[in-house]
């Protein structure tokens, strides 16, 4: 059981001020490590920072932005010494980058798909670059990459952020490869593939906003999820533990599903 401690190790995340980033980073925090949120909203990462204890920082970042990626790095190897993992956790979607009775795909302003694609993909890529370059320096370390369900089989009415977190599974991939053959072996790429979670974004989408019940849509999920719930934010713990863990040192390239089976049931 040793192989799975990260007691000591450094992890930067970024989108740590949102649902499932503050609950990875209160989870890593749990297990010994010592976190970095890193957020556009500074100021709640910062008190979310606080509450995990005063060996945690809350970082301003723009993850679209290569200078503000490098002074967030600087603060983290000044308050921290360094960063072992790094955690893309920034993404999303947006209302006007959604299909609906008001919004056909073809009227979809060109703004908002970039922006989409943008916050996923290259708001992976960035960050990866310059944190990566950092491992590299150091000769070892972990990138864990939060990919999506819309990867494996794309959903209705969001189509930027289905084909950026195809595009983000692709990159985990690419890229492990790449630092493996190219610098380290000892630097690993992965990705998470989290089903369906109720976040700020989709909570009401797939809930009603009044009432607390399913929405059409939310009940269309559950009937496609066979552990016919959805995900907690702590059911990503042991996943990523493991992925970023010494458990799973000869594990690179991977995009692993937790989503209680939605993407191995057929529909029948």
Not at 8 to 22: D, M, P, Q, S, Y
Not at 122 to 147: D, R, Y
Not at 167 to 182: G, R
Not at 231 to 260: N, Q, R
Request: include cysteine; proline fraction near 5%; charged fraction near 20%.
């Amino acid at each position: 059981m040793d192989r799975f401690d990260i007691k000591g190790k450094r992890i930067a995340i970024t989108g740590g001020a949102g649902v499932l980033g503050a609950s990875l980073a209160n989870g890593f925090a749990e297990a010994g490590a010592q976190v970095a949120i890193l957020d556009l909203a500074a100021d709640r990462a910062r008190e979310i920072a606080a509450g995990l204890g005063s060996s945690h920082i809350g970082v301003e970042i723009n993850v679209l932005d290569t200078d503000s990626i490098e002074r967030a790095l600087a603060t983290c190897i000044g308050e921290m010494g360094g960063v072992d993992i790094l955690v893309n956790g920034a993404g999303g979607n947006h209302p006007k980058a959604t299909t609906g009775p008001d919004m056909p795909f073809f009227e979809i302003p060109k703004e908002s798909l970039e922006f989409v694609s943008a916050l996923n993909l290259s708001g992976t890529i960035l960050p990866s670059q310059v944190f990566g370059k950092h491992m590299v320096e150091a000769k070892q370390g972990n990138i864990l990459n939060i990919s999506s369900m819309n990867a494996f089989r794309p959903l209705t009415r969001i189509p930027a952020y289905s084909a950026a977190k195809a595009a983000v599974s692709n990159f985990t991939q690419w890229l492990a490869v790449h630092i493996a053959q190219e610098y380290s072996p000892n630097i690993r790429v992965n990705a998470l593939a989290p089903g369906f979670f109720l976040t700020e974004q989709n909570r009401f989408l797939l809930t009603d906003k009044e009432s607390g019940e399913l929405t059409p849509r939310g009940r269309q999920i559950l009937g496609h999820t066979p552990q016919g719930r959805f995900g907690e934010p702590d059911d990503l713990m042991g996943t990523a533990i493991w992925l970023v863990s010494d458990a799973s040192k000869f594990v690179t390239g991977i995009v692993v599903p937790v989503d209680g089976g939605f993407s191995a049931y057929s529909g029948v």
